[in-house]
Nanobody, 123 residues
């Protein structure tokens, strides 16, 4: 299994970025697919997940600004990030777990991880 995240970069506050996670070795529609982020010294934080077509968000952090989606034909999961803030600066990771994770907001529940992509939001 391989997960490869792309689309990170430098953006000004208020701008947008779209991250994409390309999966190989698994079919995303059969897995819980999640996005997490991490800043140095902090734990990896749940951002969003999609499972069986249903979406989940860390409402405290993203508050309607982010949107997760999937393209089954391309086997990719995207994270559209709008109205970015400096506090969104982090390394963003794509993760995959079994369809019925006990807690999809916990990073320990996911079995597969990609290497991450840096998102930097300048104020």
């Amino acid at each position: 299994v391989q997960l490869q995240a792309s689309g990170g970069g430098l953006v000004q506050a208020g701008g947008s970025l779209r991250l994409s996670c390309t999966a190989s070795g698994l079919t995303i529609s059969r897995y819980t697919m999640g996005w997490f982020r991490q800043v140095p010294g902090n734990e990896r934080e749940f951002v969003a997940a999609i499972r069986l077509g249903r979406t989940y968000y860390n409402e405290d952090s993203v508050n309607g600004r982010f949107s997760i989606s999937r393209d089954v034909a391309k086997n990719t999961v995207d994270l559209q990030m709008d109205s970015l803030k400096s506090e969104d600066t982090a390394v963003y990771y794509c993760a995959a777990g079994t369809p019925m994770l006990s807690n999809l907001r916990q990073n320990s529940a996911y079995a597969h991880w990609g290497p991450g992509t840096q998102v930097t939001v300048s104020s």
